[in-house]
Every structure is written in C-alpha cells, then in structure tokens.
C-alpha cells in the first residue's frame, strides 16, 4: 500500500509496474474508495533502475483509501494499488487508532 500526505498536492510515488513499454499511450485512474469518485489525474512517469517513478498533482482527503489504476489504451493494466491518505508519520498510524474497539 502507497502512504500519501493529504497536506501535499504535488506527489512522487515508486511502484513496479507489470509491463514496462511506456512509449504507449496510458492513463493514470485513481479513485476514492468511498465516493467511487474517479480521476483522470495527468502524471509524468520517469523509469528507474528497478520500477517507474510517478509524479502527480491530486488532492487527497485524509483517512481515505483510493485505487490507483494504470491503463495503456487498449484496456491492458500496467498497474493496480492501493493508496491510503494520512498526514501521521505512517510507522505511527494504526488503523484502529479512535475508529475501531475491539473487546
């Protein structure tokens, strides 16, 4: 799962995508798990020695998950992941921190 800061609008993110042939045409989906609000979200991709480098621009609601999908045209999914936003340091968070009691 990718951590975000909601505080922030610009975002860098490394993921290992399942198809490296970049030089296609592709768009970058990422949707809140709880609207079902989708995104459109241009992003610029970088390749890396071991996975691809994406920088973006989205507004993230804090404690939200969101779906980020990665499709070449076509229908062919170069990735798919989780994100979750949180503006707590993430080796901190627990997800049943004030939401959860369990007995």
Same mark, same amino acid.
């Given at each position: 799962?990718?951590?975000? &800061?909601? $505080?922030?609008? +610009?975002?860098?993110?490394?993921?290992?995508?399942?198809?490296? &042939?970049?030089?296609? $045409?592709?768009?970058? *989906?990422? =949707? !809140?798990?709880?609207?079902?609000?989708? !995104?459109?979200?241009?992003? /610029?991709?970088?390749?890396? !020695?071991?996975?691809? %480098?994406? $920088?973006?621009?989205? !507004?993230? =609601? &804090? $404690? *939200? +998950? *969101?779906?980020?999908?990665?499709?070449?045209t076509g229908g062919f /999914?170069? @990735?798919?992941?989780?994100?979750?936003?949180t503006s707590q340091d993430?080796?901190? *968070?627990? %997800?049943? =921190?004030?939401? @959860? @009691?369990? +007995?």
């Open positions: 799962m990718i951590v975000v &800061d909601p $505080s922030l609008t +610009n975002h860098t993110i490394n993921i290992i995508p399942r198809d490296y &042939d970049l030089g296609v $045409s592709f768009k970058v *989906y990422i =949707t !809140n798990e709880t609207t079902k609000e989708e !995104n459109t979200v241009p992003t /610029i991709i970088n390749e890396l !020695n071991r996975g691809v %480098q994406l $920088s973006f621009l989205f !507004n993230f =609601t &804090d $404690s *939200y +998950n *969101y779906e980020l999908r990665i499709v070449k /999914i170069l @990735y798919r992941g989780k994100i979750f936003a993430p080796q901190d *968070y627990k %997800q049943t =921190t004030d939401k @959860y @009691y369990w +007995n």
